[in-house]
C-alpha cells in the first residue's frame, strides 16, 4: 500500500483529481500542464497504487487514508462495485443453468 511519503505533490494533486471524478482534461487544466503531460503521471500513480484503474485507485487511497480531507464524487462501496467482478447468488446461477439445460421433448 502506497504511503504519503511516497507521492509528490504533483501525484497527490492528480489523486485528488480522479477522486473529485474531474476527467483527464480538467486534470491537466488544473495543472496547468497539457493532458499528454498529465496521462503518464496518472500512469505512475496506478502503478505506485497497484491499481487497475481510476475508480479502484480512488479507493485504495481512501482506503489509505490519502484522500481523509477528499470527499469522493462517488461513496467507496459503489467504486469498488465498478471493479470487482459481481457475485452470482445462488437463485441466478440456478435460472442460468435452467436456461442452458437442454429441453425435453414430451413423449
Known sequence: ???????????MAILRGLAAGQTRRQIAQTLRRSPA????????????????????????AHRAGLLADVQPKTPPA?????YDPPAVTRQRR??????????????
Not at 503531460?37 to 485504495?60: F, K, M, Q, W, Y
Open 37 to 60: 503531460t498529465v496521462e503518464p503521471a496518472i500512469r505512475a500513480v496506478l502503478s505506485l497504487l497497484g491499481a487497475r484503474n481510476d475508480a479502484h485507485a480512488v479507493d485504495i
Open 78 to 82: 459503489a467504486v469498488r462495485r465498478q
Open 1 to 11: 500500500m502506497a504511503d504519503r511519503t511516497h507521492l509528490t505533490d504533483r501525484e
Open 94 to 107: 440456478q435460472d442460468l443453468l435452467k436456461a442452458m439445460a437442454p429441453k425435453r421433448e414430451a413423449a
